[in-house]
């Protein structure tokens, strides 16, 4: 599968934004996906997860009431949804599947994820 996000961009602290990535070659719907994260000079981090078919999410503390993670398997698209973002969510924000999950089961390594995007930066100013 070849993922690519998009909807990234400049905003001030307190904004939303809505990033989406969409997905090519296969259904997303045999994935397990989650969302990552880059800041400059820092390893890439997860942000969320979800399963196969949306029913379970999983977040990180930093954005656990603030992010939500979504997914259209009938549009072959995932969602991550950033409300009251922060200058510490600055970072380029990457989409990534991974096979083999039980059905309910999130992951969070970077290695449990087979497949990725190719990134879309997020830039928060105050």
């Known amino acids: 599968v070849q993922l690519q996000a998009y909807g990234g961009g400049t905003v001030q602290v307190g904004a939303s934004l809505r990033l989406s990535c969409t997905a090519s070659?296969?259904?997303?719907?045999?994935?397990?996906m989650g969302w990552f994260r880059q800041a400059p000079g820092k390893e890439r981090q997860q942000v969320g997860s979800i399963n196969f078919n949306g029913a379970s999410t999983s977040y990180v503390p930093a954005v656990k009431g603030r992010f939500t993670i979504s997914r259209d398997n009938s549009k072959n698209v995932l969602y991550l949804q950033m409300n009251g973002l922060q200058l510490d969510d600055t970072a380029v924000y990457y989409c990534?599947?991974?096979?083999?999950?039980?059905?309910?089961?999130?992951?969070?390594?970077?290695?449990?994820?087979?497949?990725w995007g190719q990134g879309t930066q997020v830039t928060v100013s105050s």
């Open positions: 990534a599947a991974g096979s083999g999950w039980s059905v309910h089961e999130c992951r969070g390594p970077v290695t449990d994820y087979s497949y």
């Open positions: 070659g296969d259904r997303i719907s045999n994935y397990g």
